[in-house]
């Protein structure tokens, strides 16, 4: 389950447990990316902040880990790398790459998707506000043709809204876990004019 996750919100936490489900999975990693390609426009928290969230926001789940494979790689991280270095580390384990359906209609900006696909048996996980006949037209497309549709209730929450709704002061509760906004709160994250503590440990 790859993401920024900044921060990870119930959207996340539901879509990947359907997707559990519905495909049976033993494990599900979540991969924190740590230098995300695709959002350089906007400061992102700190890589160690992203993965305490995640962390917090999982645990007590025996099937859910997080993983900070991603922090760890220097430069930006491509999910080509996190593939190739899974598949060394379990050559017989079946590869499912957990996605949004808005990343996956990108799916052609990414860095080598064909290998990617190739790799992997990608997965997108329905969203509200992704455009169905986009999503139609992109799943006849050839790129996308063999990725997984993951039905789930469709929450309309984005890390983009629980951002904005620090910054302005507007309550995030029961849009994340009780312990990731404690842990928000604690640090300072996303407040309009102060900047996050610095992490420790
Ligand atoms: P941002 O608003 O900063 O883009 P986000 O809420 O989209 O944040 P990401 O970290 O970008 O969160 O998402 C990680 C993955 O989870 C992406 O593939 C994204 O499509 C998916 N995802 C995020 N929110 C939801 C949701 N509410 N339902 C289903 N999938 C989601
Ligand atoms: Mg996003």
Known sequence: MGGTFDPVHFGHLLAAEAA????QLDRVVWLPAGDPPHKQARPITPAEHRL????????????????????????????LDTLKWFHGEHPDAELYFLTGMDTVLELHTWHRPRE???????V???R????DAAL???FQ???????????????????????????RGASIRYRTPDAVCDYIIANRLYQAHEAPAPVVG
């Open 116 to 122: 990617v696909l190739a790799a992997c048996r990608m």
């Open 136 to 138: 139609i037209r992109a």
């Open 141 to 167: 497309a050839e790129l996308t043709r063999a990725v997984i549709r993951v039905n789930s209730p469709r929450v309309e929450i984005s890390a983009t809204d629980l951002r904005e709704r620090v910054a």
């Open 20 to 23: 559990r489900e519905a495909l």
């Open 124 to 126: 997108a996980m329905v």
């Open 128 to 131: 509200p506000g992704v455009d």
């Open 52 to 79: 305490e969230m995640v962390r917090r926001a999982i645990e007590g789940n025996p099937t859910f880990e997080a993983s900070r494979l991603e922090l760890d790689r220097e430069g930006p991280s491509y999910t």
